[in-house]
Structure formats: structure tokens, C-alpha cells
């Protein structure tokens, strides 16, 4: 497959829903990537079962606080560094990069880079969505090691990590980015085709595609843009169990940024009227959405902020009082739902004392 | 010269007085250093002048809150670690190694590890005391360059650096030590030998061991530990402007651990009971002594304060209502009182608004 530049405006709509929120401003990842396919023609997309098995696959993720990515641009200089400092580490040539997760910049920029460096980027992820922590990753819940880790910001200041434990590297990794300048970009979980074949999301990029397409697509064609996204997700294996979760306005939002993380809740009133509200929690991403307290959408399940008349997916980091807004969950294929990878992502990991209760169960 | 094992009671000693307070507990330290000597017999130090010009000096160091490394303690597979990952950088196996700073741990670690490995330590050292920030090294002051910086727990978790600018390296290091355990052991400023001699405050291993010689002689003989430290300093290049600040009893102590450094200021009240009062502000190290309003010595001259009985040198750690001290101040060499010195490591980069006043002119 191949991503052109009249596929980035659908691309990035794409991933800034699956980036629920987060996954850094897919703006900024919109123009970098028109920039890359303006110069460079069509990034090359390739499925994971075509590496080869002693391939080198480099993940490539920006990390930062969304509260920082609107206002920082960040290069394409900073990618080819961490990209080289990992190769240099490995003692070989990358063979192919793949984005961390497919969220917002963080799935755009990886295609980008491929463009431009003329490598081929690999047709999923390692989230099937975005996380606000390093170890969410499905590279982690295999068992593959995120060290070595490379780090670089603007100035070319390259940190690097090496631990035993992905944990630790998150908590080593997280306090540099304040002095990197707020975000910066890295790369980790660096490994062969063969691992990658075991552990990666696939085909989220064209899933990241067809999103915003039936999106764009609706628009274009002045259909109601939710009915053409639920139609477009029930035929994905991904998403299927899909469906709106509350229709209404912003009347309250709180939002702190707390060592690197846009961290939060914001309160929707029913637009209608009822008095009805629904809470949604946020760690950069929209973690859970409770409504009259009781929870009808929890990680790692999508939950999705929509502009009520266009569909245009939110951010965090965009979220204003006032708006008015759909709130849209979507199950996650079973891969992202298995008892190890909800020990990585699920409710818990993230310190809600509730067990994961998949969309399509929860009701309301 | 070499340093066994029947030195290091007084290396300890004189290294806590170079330390002003900081550098890290020496009492650690000491038991290290007294394995190593123990176990491989005495360490060799060396003078700089007699490194070759392409020899590869390696700097080592502790990074860490003086209240951690007294609870903390660290190994020498830690400092073994940075020194194997510096090697791996350059491309060479170290010539030999040296004190980022003479003060406790950090002037008695690197010895330690000069004995276990069978490599030299330079007699000298990048502070002609301690500091809490990287960048304040004379290394730093003639332009040498801190990358790569290479830090270490006890996990093994490796943390690397590179920066263009030495500040930055302090930006970008210091927030790692607080997932690191609060203490790491690390290397920066790897240089060749005839960079050492350009920069290394010489002779500083000597000098501690003079100084803890001159303690533990007095007390030996029962004579006054303060007038054999005065004579032992006004008869060095170093340190010959030296004199009693103050005796008092401390009234009043505030320390708090922020960012890794311990800080606060003490207060004591005159002995005698005049009800006169001294006020030493710290870093990890004491930074600046006033009497009545007044400053009396302040940084980069040595303000260190011992038990008024036997002359222990207290660090900034150990400090307690109610403990009866000696304050003493020392001139530090020209070296380290030059312009472009003062602009890293004098008053204005700790944030006092007031110039330097050397402490044979400061008067009181």
C-alpha cells in the first residue's frame, strides 16, 4: 500500500480518533507528513507479514505532553537522530520503522519519516490506539525489551536508556522530557521481523485510512459523518462494537499538566436537556467515561470526542468549554483485550479500581 | 605516592572538610575505600603531569541528595558500569581516573576503584572541593566537553548523554537521578591527558590526605585538632587564608530535599552567649556564611563546619539542633577564583545577588 498526499488530510483525521484524545496533535503530524509526501512522492506501507525475519524493525514515537505539541514543533531532524543513534547502537541499518501507536502525530510522523529516509513503514503499531505510558505497549506484553532507548530534542541533545525492566525505563525515560523542552522524540523496542510478526497491531494504518475516509467521505458527500464512521468500523475486525455514547455539551473540563501529562476530566451535559451528564477521565488519553457514575467505556476500549455536526475528532489538549460534543466508544480487537495485555493497559494500570467491562457488555 | 589502607581514616577525614558539607557522606565512602585498599593492597595515585598527552583521564562521580546517599549504599559495580560504558564510547580503555570532586564520597570512590581495577588516580581533582552541579568543574571552566555522560544504578539501568552544552547535561541529568534511587554513580568530562593538564585543581588528593593527617595528629596527640588544621592549610598554596568564622551552638535548621540536593540553611548562636548569631546557607555544600546580615565567606571559598571538640568535619546531612560547632573559612586557589570561574561556581550562579568577596577581605 502506499500513502499519498492526497491521502494525509483523511490519514490524519483517522488517527487523531484512534489517538482518542491523545497521541499528540495530528495538525502538526498533518503538515509534517504533506511536507514529506510533497517532496518525496507516496510512503512506502508494508504489511508485517511481509518482513523478512531477521529484519530490523524501529519503533518511532514522539513523547511529550499534548499540552506542549500544540505549541512545539517538532522535525523531522530529531526522528532521523534517535533512528541512527538506535542503528548505531544495533550495529546495522534499519529495514523498516513502525509507529509506537497509532495515534495522532505519533501515527503520522513515522510515514513521514519513511518518506523522507525512503524506508518502508510497517502497516501497524504497538497500540492499536494511543497510551500515555511507554510500557503500553503490545511490544511489552510479548516480552520484547524497549532498550536500547534513544532520546533527542531540537537542540540535538540525544539521551539514551538501558534497562532490564520497560517499567523502569517509562520512569527513567519521563522526568527528561520536561529539560528535552516538554516533547521530544524517541525510539525503543527496536527488534527483528520475526518478533514483530508476534507482536504487532496490524493493518491500523489502513485502518487509520478507512477511518478518516468514511469520515472525509460523509462530509463530502453532506452524510451524517457518525453513521458513515459506525458503518465503516462494524466491517473492520477492529472496532466493530461500536456506538454512541452520549450526545451533549462541555459544562465543566479540568486540565493540569502533571509531570509530562495533560491530566484531567471534563463534564458533558446532555444536549437534549434530560440534566443527564457524563464524566470522562483523561491521562492525554480518554480513559474512561462514566455516566450517571456508572461506567459505559474504559480503557483500553476507545473513547472518542467528536465534533457533534462534523465528526471532527478532539483532543485533549482542544477541548473547550462550551463545545458541543459526541462522545463515541469502540471495542478493541481481542489481542488488546487478553488478560495479559489489560494487566498492561487496562483498567487497573491506570489506577481505576474497576475491572474492564467491554463496550458492547457495559449497556447504557 | 600510593594510598593503603592505614591512610584512610585521614583521607576520609580531610576529604569531609574539602566536601564543606556535601560531596557525599564520607563515612561510606570510607568503609569502600577501606575493602578496596584492604583487599588490593595500596592505590596508585599519580600526578598529572606525569599522564601522557593521549592518555584517557576518566572523571567519576556520585550524583545524588547527601540525605540519600546516607541511607543508600552504593557499590562499585555502579562505578565500574560508567567507566566500561565510557570506554565503549571512545573506542579505548581508560589511562586512568580521577575525582570530579575532592569532597567525601566523591573524592574516595574513585580511589576505591583506582585500587580495584589496578588503574591510577590523578592526584587532583575537577572542584578543589565539592559542588552541586555538574557543570560547575574547572573542566567545564576551560571548555572541555561533558559528553558523553554515562550513569548507573544498582539495577545496571544505564542512562547516556549527549549534549553540546555542559549546562544542559546538568538539566538533563539531574531529574534522572529521583527514578534512579535518589543516588547514581556516573562519568562525564572524559579527556585526554594533556587536556587534564589544563584543567585539574592538582594535587587535591594530597592535600585531603594532609589535611586528615593534621586532624588526627592533633587528636592523637591531644593537642587542638583547629590550630594543627590552620597550620596544616596556611602552610599549602590552597587553602592558606583560613580562619575561625565562628563558635556557636545551632538554634535553628531547615533542610528539604528538592530535585535531588539537599536545602536549607542552619543557624547558630555565639557560644559565649553574646546572643550574636551566623547564618550558613546550602546547596548539598555551604554556600555563603553572614554574620549580623553580613557576608563573611561565600562561595567558591570553603566554608566547612566541625564539631568545636574534635574537629569532625559535619556535612550538610548531619547537621543537628542543638550540636556545638566550629565554623571555618578558606581561601581557595587563584585558579579558582578567576573570572571565567566565578561565572560557573561563584556567587551569582547560586543565586546570591552580591559579588565575591574573597575571605581575607571580607573582614569580620
Chains 1, 2 share one sequence.
Not at 502497516?123 to 494511543?130: E, I, N, Q
Not at 473492520?236 to 455514547?245: A, K
Request: aromatic share 6%.
Amino acid at each position: 500500500m502506499r500513502i499519498g498526499v492526497e491521502d494525509a488530510v483523511d490519514f490524519a483525521r483517522g488517527a487523531a480518533f484512534l489517538g482518542t484524545g491523545g497521541g499528540g496533535d495530528p495538525y502538526i503530524g498533518r503538515l509534517l507528513l504533506q511536507e514529506a509526501l510533497n517532496k518525496n512522492g507516496p510512503a512506502n506501507v508494508v504489511s508485517v507479514t511481509e518482513l523478512d525475519d531477521d529484519a530490523l524493525v524501529v519503533p518511532i514515537a514522539g513523547m511529550g505532553a499534548p499540552t506542549v505539541i500544540i505549541e512545539k514543533i517538532i522535525g523531522f531532524a530529531e526522528g532521523e537522530r534517535v533512528l541512527r543513534a538506535i542503528e548505531a547502537r544495533m550495529g546495522r541499518k534499519a529495514t523498516a520503522i513502525i509507529s509506537a501507536e497509532i495515534g495522532g502525530l505519533n501515527a503520522l510522523y513515522p510515514t513521514a519519516m519513511a518518506a523522507n529516509l525512503g524506508l518502508p513503514v510497517v502497516d501497524g503499531d504497538g497500540m492499536g490506539r494511543a497510551f500515555p505510558e511507554l510500557q503500553m505497549v503490545s511490544f511489552n506484553i510479548v516480552g520484547q525489551r524497549a532498550s536500547p532507548v534513544a532520546m533527542c530534542n531540537e537542540y540535538g541533545d540525544i539521551v539514551m536508556i538501558d534497562s532490564e525492566d520497560n517499567h523502569r525505563v517509562e520512569t527513567l525515560a519521563r522526568p527528561v522530557v520536561v529539560p528535552m523542552g516538554g516533547l521530544c522524540m524517541m525510539s525503543l523496542y527496536a527488534m527483528t521481523g520475526a518478533a514483530a510478526k508476534t507482536c504487532v497491531i496490524r493493518d491500523t494504518l489502513s485502518l487509520a485510512l478507512g477511518i478518516g475516509r468514511a469520515l472525509g467521505g460523509a462530509r463530502r458527500a453532506q452524510q451524517d459523518p457518525f453513521e458513515a464512521l459506525f458503518a465503516y468500523l462494524r466491517s473492520t475486525e477492529y472496532y466493530r462494537h461500536c456506538r454512541l455514547l452520549f450526545d451533549g455539551k462541555i459544562v465543566d473540563l479540568r486540565r493540569e499538566t502533571q509531570r509530562g501529562w495533560a491530566i484531567g476530566h471534563v463534564v458533558l451535559e446532555d444536549i437534549a436537556g434530560s440534566g443527564k451528564r457524563m464524566e470522562v477521565t483523561f491521562r492525554n488519553e480518554f480513559l474512561r467515561a462514566r455516566r450517571g457514575g456508572r461506567t459505559v467505556a474504559i480503557v483500553p476500549d476507545l473513547i472518542s470526542i467528536l465534533d457533534r455536526e462534523t465528526a471532527e475528532p478532539i483532543t485533549t489538549e482542544n477541548l473547550k468549554y462550551g463545545q458541543r460534543v459526541k462522545v463515541v466508544g469502540s471495542s478493541v480487537p481481542p489481542i488488546m483485550r487478553s488478560e495479559r495485555a489489560l494487566e498492561v493497559w487496562g483498567p487497573r494500570p491506570f489506577g481505576f479500581d474497576e475491572p474492564f467491562i467491554p463496550i458492547e457488555a457495559a449497556g447504557g
